[in-house]
């Protein structure tokens, strides 16, 4: 019962967040609206501007009776306009002209610079979007020996809207009344309305939006299966491997320590038991290593709950949803990377506990506040859209330090106290040992770019779907997939970076802790890699723009996935480490 109330305040809360006031249910007669959003070439779908960029005219009505936007909306730059159209619930509306538009030169090249690059639009009815096109050319003729090319610009909309109750489930736009685009003409805009009774549910209304062919794919399915094979594959080689390796260094040591003191030391030590004494020591810059496994603690889990969240709510289904929540659970997580990061610290000497909590708080917002801004100012300059106001920087700066630094700070103190004590299976030297010379095939610089090959060979098909979502017009629904697929790049990369530090401690290099975190998080640079190979082969995005704010967005997400990935490498390793050396005897 008190699992079923905390579940209920959360949905409320990502509920409330979301600041949808429309319930979604009408009367007859009643009024409906209609959201002019964004406009902005095809092949750059996150390049869009307000759609009154455009000289479109607006409709006779000047007045609504509600209106809603979110802190989501204001971030992924979806501008909410009202089109200034009579729409009532169930009732018709002839073909009506509702406003004329004057074509001045001004107006005549943004709407055929608009035409020439593919131009669309979207628009919402209750929360349901449309699209449609600017205008389209013809086939190139000869005027005067000249090849020549026509421009027109649809002006009449037909609104075909399906009702099933006192829900509207269906919305189709239909673009006509092609006009000739030349400068001084006056060009009428018209609209129609029809209603329709549909036997779609209203629960169903969004599936006529998702593309079950591209995402279920047998391909998808295929991608998915051998993953898993790959899985069970090295899951059941790694153990193998292991277990008889460690097997045979098990007796090689009860052996050496049934030698005298003289016998030992003539005889041929070497193998991961010579570093026991250094192996637990403190990583270089530990305050930077712990915020780094702190967030990634964090990042795994926001990407967790918002997963199951997805699955459970389809959150993918409500304008923005998907966004408000992330940035709930991340705000609401906060003291899970503060006690992670905070008893790592602790556990490793750290006496600046609060320089690692400020770091841990702010590592990751911080970078992405500043790619944001960048971004900012680039989509400033060219009035875009994307262009986040001044307001929401406000509250996106309130989150952060009045949410998510307290509760970074309860979670460090709780960390420091419950689990802030070292225990480790063995006591370290107070002299380092030197490392000796290994062949170069052992050098982290060499382990650490090879570890990520395996993680990202299990993902990168998912990955391609992700990107498709993202960058062209899919929405992303199989979040069972990803689910998945997320198990998968879990155990995957903890093999990896086992077999790894197994082998870097063969050869007496106690250097494990950044190498393991690198070696996971190196799956993230093979994303970033495919993200170019992808730009160039499988999109057709163009202009400044368009370009930096693809490539500034891969490297947040990588660098989120190789924090992620790092700290399960990192986790997988250190259970492997503290397991071989508790069970070892050392003198």
């Known amino acids: ?51 009154y960029s455009l000289p479109f005219c607006t409709g006779p009505k000047k007045s609504i009776s509600h209106y809603h936007e979110t802190l989501s909306e204001n971030l992924q730059g979806i501008e909410l306009d009202f089109g200034g159209l009579d729409m009532d619930f169930k009732s018709d509306v002839k ?49 005067q020996g000249k090849e020549h090319t026509d421009y027109y610009l649809w002006t009449h909309k037909r609104f075909d809207i399906g009702y099933n109750d006192k829900h509207i489930v269906d919305v189709n736009l239909t673009s006509e009344g092609k006009v000739k685009l030349q400068p001084g003409i006056k060009i009428p805009l018209s609209y129609e309305v029809v209603w329709k009774a549909s036997p779609i549910k209203f629960a169903d209304r969004f599936e006529k939006y998702l593309d079950p062919n591209f995402f279920q794919h047998r391909i998808h399915w295929f991608s998915i299966f051998n993953s898993f094979m790959m899985v069970i594959f ?37 193998g991961w038991k010579q570093v026991h004494g250094d192996v637990f020591r403190s990583p270089a810059y530990p305050l930077l290593f712990s915020s780094l496994v702190g967030t990634g603690y964090h990042v795994g889990f926001v990407v967790l709950a918002v997963t199951l969240f997805t699955i459970v709510g389809e959150l993918y289904t409500e304008r923005g949803s998907m966004l408000s929540t992330a940035i709930f659970v991340y705000a609401a997580s906060a003291p899970v990377n503060g006690y992670f990061g905070g008893s ?23 970078l992405v506040c500043g790619t944001a801004l960048m971004i900012n100012m680039i989509a400033i300059s060219y009035h875009a859209s994307r262009a986040i106001p001044f307001t929401s920087m406000l509250a996106v700066a309130a989150i952060g330090i009045f949410v998510i630094l307290p ?58 779907f992700i990107f498709t979502s993202f960058w062209a017009y899919k929405i992303y629904y199989v979040y069972g997939f990803m689910l998945l697929v997320f198990s998968i790049l879990l155990v995957v990369t903890v093999c990896v970076t086992i ?20 070696s996971g998080a ?55 480490v503290r397991k071989i050396y508790s069970t070892v005897k050392i003198d």
């Open 234 to 270: 090295l899951v059941g080689l790694v153990s193998m491997i292991l277990m008889r390796t460690l097997r045979k260094d098990y007796a090689r040591y009860s052996r050496e320590d049934d030698l005298d003191d003289l016998e030992r030391d003539l005889g041929d030590e070497y």
């Open 522 to 576: 190196s799956t993230a640079g093979y994303v970033y890699m495919y993200s170019f190979y992808y730009f160039f082969f499988k999109t057709k995005m163009y202009g400044f723009f368009q370009t930096c704010f693809y490539f500034s967005y891969m490297m947040l997400f990588s660098v989120a996935l190789g924090i992620m990935c790092g700290t399960f490498g990192f986790l997988g390793t250190n259970a492997f």
């Open 407 to 464: 509760l970074t700070l309860v979670g460090a103190l709780l960390g420091r106290a419950l689990a802030g004590q070292p225990e480790v299976p063995c006591r370290v030297n107070a002299v380092p040992r030197p490392i000796p010379e290994k062949r170069w095939f052992m050098e982290p610089a060499v382990i650490i770019p090879l570890g990520g090959v395996l993680p990202f060979g299990s993902i990168f098909i998912e990955m391609y």
């Open 499 to 518: 077999v790894a530090t197994y082998f870097l401690l063969n050869a007496e290099d106690y250097r494990w802790q950044w190498t393991s975190f690198l």
């Open 1 to 51: 019962m008190m699992n079923y109330k905390v579940v209920s305040v959360i949905f409320f809360l990502i509920s409330f967040i979301q600041g949808d006031e429309h319930n979604h249910k009408y009367e007859d007669n009643e009024e409906v609206v209609l959201w002019v959003s964004t406009v902005g070439p095809y092949h750059n779908r996150q390049e869009t501007y307000s759609y």
């Open 344 to 366: 790592m610290y602790s556990q490793y000497g750290g006496r600046r506990w609060i320089k690692q909590l400020l770091c841990g708080a702010f590592l990751l917002p911080a």
């Open 95 to 143: 073909k009506t002209a509702y406003c004329e538009i004057d074509l001045n030169e001004d107006g005549y090249n943004a709407f055929l610079y608009a035409v020439k690059n593919h131009y669309w639009y979207q628009m919402y009815i209750d929360d349901l979007p449309v699209w449609g096109i600017v205008g389209e050319s013809d086939m190139p003729g000869k005027e």
